[in-house]
């Protein structure tokens, strides 16, 4: 189960639309180590004058790593993500977590990051199961 939805959300949803406030909050209770790496490379974008900030250290374990996968595997929690936080993520082996600015997506900077040779570039044999 990728998210610990309680009984009154998921009563709220099955009777219509949640909204994104109460999605976010259930995403930030039920993955708190993928909101502690997104939320962080989101301050470290915040307070400096790049295009983008990232997150490079490999998660302490698989749980984490599993956190990750379904916050950024998901387009709804992506995607909420995104709008909650005003950025554009971007994802690399299973951990490498990037946030950028909206302005940015059309860069060179990102276009690199989200490219099959990106991705190739990345790898590393300590990270081959990830």
């Known amino acids: 189960m990728s998210l610990d939805v309680s009984p009154e959300l998921l009563a709220r949803a099955e009777r219509g639309e949640v909204g994104d406030g109460e999605f976010v909050a259930c995403v930030r209770d039920s993955l708190p180590y993928a909101w502690k790496v997104i939320s962080g490379v989101v301050a470290d974008l915040e307070g400096s004058a790049a295009e983008f900030a990232d997150n490079t250290t490999p998660p302490p374990s698989e ?29 690399q082996n299973c951990h490498r977590v990037a946030a950028f600015a909206p302005s940015a997506t059309g860069s060179a900077r990102y276009r690199a990051f989200v490219s099959a040779r990106g991705q190739l570039l990345n790898q590393s044999p300590e990270l081959r199961d990830c």
């Open 63 to 91: 749980t984490e790593r599993g956190q990750l996968l379904r916050a950024l595997a998901s387009d709804a929690i992506r995607g909420g993500l995104e709008r909650h936080f005003g950025v554009k993520l971007a994802f």
